[in-house]
């Protein structure tokens, strides 16, 4: 299968700080890039999906303003999570998608806000 | 996209066949059932995807039925390794088409020694 990685894998910050997480399809090219998270015990939440060089179109419920998603090519996405407090503690996870329609997954970022 | 309904856990013995079963009953024509599952702290991973036929791959096989409303993961073999929670996800098919996977509650299995 695809190879994805995040980076970093998991993270602690302050309240009140901004949190970069990157994510990268090693050895395809992705036309579309889904972020997700998921609080402990639920299931994957989608947050929003971009395509490559667009504005990121965001679910219901997610500020755009708070979450800066950046797909500045076909094989990395950045997740910005600005002012970052306690409730935003979560494990986020990037899923690019081929233009075909197939689907992969990162490992995932575990981020903690304190 | 059409809704899944999903038992919540479901126990198997190590070395037996896991029958996880899938409720869709308004999938659109244009529909594909897909299974990921997560094990825990981890990124789904793809395990099978299919339209209206039977598939088969190195990990499960995946029985659909003839008017689609349901759906059937079988893994043959069960290991430890298998204990993850296992989602079914219905979804159009070509990225163009604007799909998405949206994630219901799933199904957690449990691979028991």
């Known amino acids: 299968g695809a190879v994805v990685s995040q980076h970093p894998s998991w993270v602690i910050c302050k309240s009140g700080t901004s949190v970069k997480i990157e994510c990268r399809s090693l050895d395809f090219q992705a036309t579309t890039m889904f972020w997700y998270r998921q609080f402990p015990k639920q299931s994957l939440m989608l947050m929003a999906t971009s395509n490559e060089g667009s504005k990121a179109t965001y679910e219901q419920g997610v500020e755009k303003d708070k979450f800066l998603i950046n797909h500045a090519s076909l094989t990395l996405s950045t997740l910005t999570v600005t002012s970052a407090h306690p409730e935003d503690s979560s494990f986020y996870i990037c899923s690019p998608q081929l233009p075909a329609g197939e689907q992969f997954f990162g490992p995932g970022t575990r981020l903690t806000v304190l | 996209d059409a809704k899944t309904t999903q038992p919540p856990s479901m126990d198997c013995a190590e070395g037996r066949a896991a029958n996880l079963p899938c409720n869709h009953s308004t999938i659109s024509g244009n529909e594909y059932v897909y299974w990921y599952r997560q094990i825990h702290s981890q990124g789904p991973q793809y395990i099978i995807h299919?339209?209206?036929n039977n598939e088969t791959n190195e990990m499960a096989s995946l029985i659909i039925t003839e008017d689609r409303k349901s759906s059937t993961l079988i893994l043959p073999h069960a290991t430890l390794r298998d204990t993850a929670v296992y989602y079914c996800?219905?979804?159009?098919?070509?990225?163009?088409?604007?799909?998405?996977?949206?994630f219901g509650q799933g199904t957690e299995l449990s691979v028991k020694p």
């Open positions: 299919g339209l209206k």
């Open positions: 996800i219905v979804r159009v098919g070509v990225a163009n088409q604007g799909g998405k996977l949206i």
